[in-house]
């Protein structure tokens, strides 16, 4: 999706956008967020969207930067956000170069690199990092391809289950996804960037990040079908995780 479909939901973006944050049931990144927030320091919200989670880095840090690029969003924000006057709005291309925010101790990353073009989504991965202070630490949620993987299988095997024949049951369990080599998967027919946890170790570290935490932030099988079965229970749906520290 570009600028002109990010601006486009901004009006229905709580019915449209899963809602990662209210779904975090373990808190995994309300921790995360917790135990980085020492006196002073300054925090990003990089695709920050319509806020969901600017009250939980405003009340914890000095300075906030809200930075998307969709400017409708970012007005859905800050109506949202009235008063609080240490957060900053930016409207910037994270892909592009010459942003006009800085690098910061902290920087949340919740599902904003899903672009399925591989220049778009360089650019995002490297300029995420860069956004990042030395010695600062990236929080970052993104799709999981393990679990798109696991839905697959679960929807083949209630097929099975309803009895239908093996073959025809693995046809309509098939994922529409050209380019699922490269964890190419249509979510709503939007072709979106999935990730494996070892693929996110080998680009963080590749850009001198050390990766201090990895964890699954589960969510129930309602997620991926309407009306699942009883049955289906864990494993369940998931998007990873990653706490990562800027080495150099
Ligand atoms: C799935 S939404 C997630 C929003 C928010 N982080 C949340 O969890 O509710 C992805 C957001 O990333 C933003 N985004 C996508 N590409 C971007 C880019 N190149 N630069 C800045 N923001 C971008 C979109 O405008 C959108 O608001």
Not at 5 to 12: E, L, R, T
Not at 136 to 161: C, D, I, K
């Amino acid at each position: 999706m570009n600028e002109r479909d990010w601006d486009k939901v901004a009006d229905s973006f709580e019915q449209e956008i899963f809602n990662v944050p209210e779904n975090d049931t373990k808190g995994i990144i309300r921790n995360w967020v917790d135990s980085l927030a020492v006196p002073g320091a300054e925090a990003t919200d990089l695709g920050c969207g319509v806020g969901r989670t600017l009250p939980m880095l405003a009340d914890r840090y000095a300075q906030v930067y809200a930075v998307d690029v969709s400017s409708q969003c970012l007005e859905v924000a800050e109506k949202a956000n009235p008063g609080r006057r240490n957060i900053t709005y930016v409207h910037a291309d994270v892909s592009a170069d010459k942003n006009g925010y800085p690098a910061t101790d902290v920087v949340l990353c919740i599902n904003t690199w899903l672009n399925a073009s591989i220049e778009i989504r360089e650019g995002l991965i490297d300029r995420t990092c860069k956004g990042v202070k030395k010695g600062g630490h990236l929080l970052l949620v993104v799709p999981s391809l393990n679990s798109t993987l696991l839905t697959a299988y679960r929807h083949l095997q209630w097929n099975l289950r309803d009895g239908m024949d093996p073959q025809e049951a693995q046809k309509a369990a098939a994922l529409n996804s050209k380019g699922l080599e490269h964890g190419i998967v249509r979510i709503d027919d939007v072709p979106t960037k999935h990730y494996l946890r070892e693929e996110l170790e080998a680009l963080l570290t590749d850009r001198g990040f050390q990766v201090l935490d990895i964890e699954k932030i589960e969510y129930p099988w309602t997620t991926e079908f309407d009306a699942p079965p009883k049955w289906m229970k864990a494993p369940y749906p998931w998007d990873w995780f990653v706490a990562a520290r800027r080495a150099r």
